[in-house]
């Protein structure tokens, strides 16, 4: 299938082979392989009606997005319905920075008058879950300051119009904390932050300083109301998807607009994949919820600046510029971003590490393989979508071991139709990636 109203990965994920899809970073997520199903993300116009009928499931976001899980055989008949515009397959999410109320010059805004401290607003934290016991989240009388709490890996409950997880109530936590001993705490809210990201984030934000001598650690929001989804991480590898960000989002803002408060929404997660332009279903929802209600969303960046994950040049007719990229030992897979502007046009060949090249490779829309040595790679030529002009080239390297190719790649760009000449090239972010590998030259 190459369906234009497919993005290029989803398509990509579709030619490839089970086996390939198991060892790519990127290719199966969102797929579900007992039950033959996908996880997509949708832009739609008018009603779901038909959606529905085809669908297994189906999550009505606002602004006419929706989540919707459909059979593999059933994508092409989902893309041919008038009403769908686009399909996006869901993308992993990563930790993104933590920083300091000191850095945000909050003092000075906070000794003076109006001293704004978050009254009357609410704080909503996306991230890994939240310690609720912690006293930075509680009033004097000991109880909750969390207005609500939805967590995405506890089956049973899930808030209305959603399909997965539990919420919490504001009451529910209350009684959870008038128990003596955690172990009773946790039989009525099992909700727990296992690796401290998310309570860390909510404490810089919105913590007042009750678990600290002098109240020396409180945070930006100190009197605010708190929002808290714990996002899902419904595969092994253990990292929430852009699906179930944009349905925390979703529920995040309607719940401050039923409780008739502005909220602040923090997102400290984020990946790398894309144009960088602001043009994917996720960048397109979050710029239109930023307009829905009295919200404002805050996304952190800055954990990739020193990876190396990034580079870009500038291309001059019949002048070859060659981009090296340095792979480590002992890595399982990898993939490259190539974005280009799609009216210029440009020769590609790969080297691998032991000089054995490939290329010119043929410019034409869809896949390729070809194999280097142990690595084999999966090569998509896109084409643009509604909501992207630029040409994605993407290159998956995936073993035919156990490990790929280490050693210096290097990619063979050269022109013969230059407009704009600009690109840029990517790498997953550092959290998949071995220290080290990187482009030579970012």
């Known amino acids: 299938m190459a369906d234009q109203k497919i993005e290029n990965l989803l398509n990509l994920a579709l030619s490839a082979s089970e086996e390939e899809r198991e060892k790519s970073l990127e290719l199966d997520v969102g797929y579900y392989p007992v039950a033959r199903t996908w996880e997509v993300i949708i832009k739609y116009s008018g009603t779901l009606g038909q959606v529905r009928e ?3 499931s189906v999550v009505e976001l606002s602004n006419e997005f929706a989540i919707v899980t459909v059979r593999e055989d059933r994508l ?22 933590e920083n300091g109320r000191r850095v945000s010059c909050m003092t000075s805004v906070q000794i003076r008058p109006p001293k704004l401290y978050g009254t009357g607003v609410l704080v909503a934290i996306i991230d890994s879950g939240i310690d609720y016991a912690n006293l930075d989240f509680r009033n004097a009388d000991g109880t909750t300051r969390i207005y609500a709490l939805w967590d995405q890996t506890i089956p049973g409950n899930p808030p209305e119009g959603y399909v997965q997880g539990t919420e919490y109530t504001q009451e529910k936590i209350n009684e959870a904390l008038q128990q003596e001993n955690r172990t009773e705490r946790m039989k009525i809210v099992p909700s727990e932050d296992r690796s401290g990201h998310g309570t860390a984030v909510a404490g810089i934000a919105a913590g007042n300083g009750r678990g600290s001598k002098g109240a020396r650690y409180q945070g930006v929001a100190s009197e605010s109301g708190i929002l808290v989804v714990k996002l899902g991480t419904p595969r092994e590898e253990g990292f929430p998807r852009t699906t179930e960000l944009m349905q925390a989002i979703d529920y995040v803002v309607k719940k401050a ?32 919820m930023s307009n829905y209600w009295k919200s404002v969303i805050c996304v952190g960046s800055g954990n990739e600046g020193t990876s190396a994950g990034h580079t870009s040049g500038m291309l001059k007719e019949r002048e070859e510029q060659r981009v090296e990229l340095g792979v480590q030992q002992r890595e399982p897979a990898l993939n490259v971003q190539l974005w280009k502007s799609y009216v210029d046009e440009v020769d590609i060949s790969v080297i691998g590490p032991s000089g054995v090249r490939v290329g010119p490779i043929s410019e034409r829309l869809g896949t390729q393989r070809f194999r280097i040595g142990g690595t084999e790679i999966l090569l998509y030529y896109g084409k643009p979508s509604p909501y992207q002009t630029n040409q994605e080239i993407y290159f998956d390297f995936i073993p035919t071991g156990s490990y790929i190719d280490s050693g210096v790649w290097q990619f063979v760009l050269t022109p013969r139709k230059v407009v704009t000449g600009i690109y840029q090239m990517w790498l997953p972010s550092q959290g998949v990636l071995n220290q080290g590998t990187a482009f030579l030259n970012p």
């Open 257 to 288: 607009q039923r409780a008739g408060r502005p909220v602040a929404i923090n997102i400290s997660f984020g990946n790398t994949y894309g144009s960088h332009e602001g043009t994917s279903l996720l960048e397109r929802y979050l710029d239109d």
């Open 54 to 56: 085809i669908a297994e």
């Open 76 to 97: 092409e008949a989902l893309a041919g319905i008038e009403a769908v515009e686009y399909i996006e397959k869901p993308k992993r999410l990563f930790f993104q920075v």
